[in-house]
């Protein structure tokens, strides 16, 4: 019989989508292997022909594991959530507080990661992409911040880890990528902070990754 | 104690605000419209008020069992979990459902925030429609690719999902930034056969309370 191969993760080091998969694969300690995706290199490799097939969204992270291809950063976690319930949960049990989860994942995963990501930023234009980014992470983040008032405790809901933590970090990362001021943002940076001291978040981490280049590497 | 009516804060064209409606229908749930007009008074949305309920500034809200729940998935997902019956929106397979929650986040992360009022504002009137027509044509390139692999009736197989809700609306969008459908006769399909059903109707922008008249069915 043969032994079930390990799940594929088609990421980029830095790409914020990738890492929120990252993250879910290292809390529910699933194995896997990387398939670098060099989002800038050749034109970008996401649109070779062989990766199109995979996902025609031409986007990372795409995850193979369980005999299909899955694509969508948030289907992904809620599809190893559903398959691999141990040992950590990333949702709560409670109806509202999932709907608070997803609402933040979505804030973010819709609201402001799809706004500044690379195919965006191409038809900004390079004049404008840095002020564009700047603008709306900063938007994003003002919402983000007042909403996290009514439903943070240590982490984003509540004190349990959840899908809206491994969207948050990466953000913050875009963020000060493009050298957005976090200091409007306690909660946002608290929270980060705190996540980041995690191994799985650091494990996940665009500095230790297998495409990372040798000059970023942690 | 009679516990009030969910209150969907909504406008009559937000394609966001049309799922959530279009889930309501289908779960016969009974509601209550608060309408936000996203252009008269500077966007109603950016309203003390309102921006109490989402800071976000973006409809739909949706008041029900004591909160406001906001971001439309979220909001149909909580209805879905909450009100299994009589019309379940998500299958039982996790592979299924993977494919429901990819194709609803394909248009809702993937197309639909990149040409919503806030992004064609930053882009300016004389871009805006070339650029709304581009977004909207890279998606549905992808969106047509990736459903002759989930179709069947449907977006995914033959039982009605949120991915078909999310579905309609986009299309309505892209029919209003005058992009050509020819190119994608599975989402033309499957459209067409979604528009038929009463809840598709019910919840269709030409039916809103907010409506302007000469937009009214």
């Known amino acids: 019989m043969a032994v079930p191969e390990k799940p594929v993760l088609y990421s980029y080091f830095r790409s914020s989508c990738s890492w929120r998969v990252r993250i879910a ?14 989002l800038i290199k050749d034109g970008g490799q996401q649109f070779s022909e062989e990766f199109q097939t995979l996902n025609p969204m031409s986007q990372v992270p795409a995850l193979k594991i369980d005999g299909v291809t899955l694509t969508q950063s948030l289907a992904i976690i809620e599809y190893l959530e559903e398959t691999r319930p141990t040992p950590v949960r ?21 609201g402001i990661q799809p706004l500044q990501n690379i195919a965006v930023l191409k038809k900004v234009g390079q004049e404008t992409q840095l002020t564009w980014a700047q603008s709306v992470i900063g938007s994003g983040f003002r919402a ?13 809901v509540g004190n349990e880890i959840s899908m809206a933590d491994l969207c948050l970090v990466p953000q913050v990362a875009n963020a000060e990528r493009f050298k957005v001021d ?37």
């Open 90 to 110: 990333l949702l709560p049990q409670d109806p509202k507080k999932r709907a608070s989860v997803r609402m933040i994942s979505d804030l973010i995963a819709s």
């Open 182 to 218: 976090l200091s409007p943002y306690p909660i946002i940076n608290r929270i980060n902070k705190t996540l980041l001291t995690m191994e799985a978040f650091q494990v996940s981490h665009p500095s230790r990754q297998p495409d990372t280049p040798p000059e970023l590497r942690a």
């Open 25 to 38: 694969l290292a809390l529910k300690k699933i194995d896997y292997d990387t398939f670098p995706v060099h």
């Open 144 to 156: 983000l911040e007042q909403v996290l008032q009514s439903t943070a405790g240590k982490y984003c």
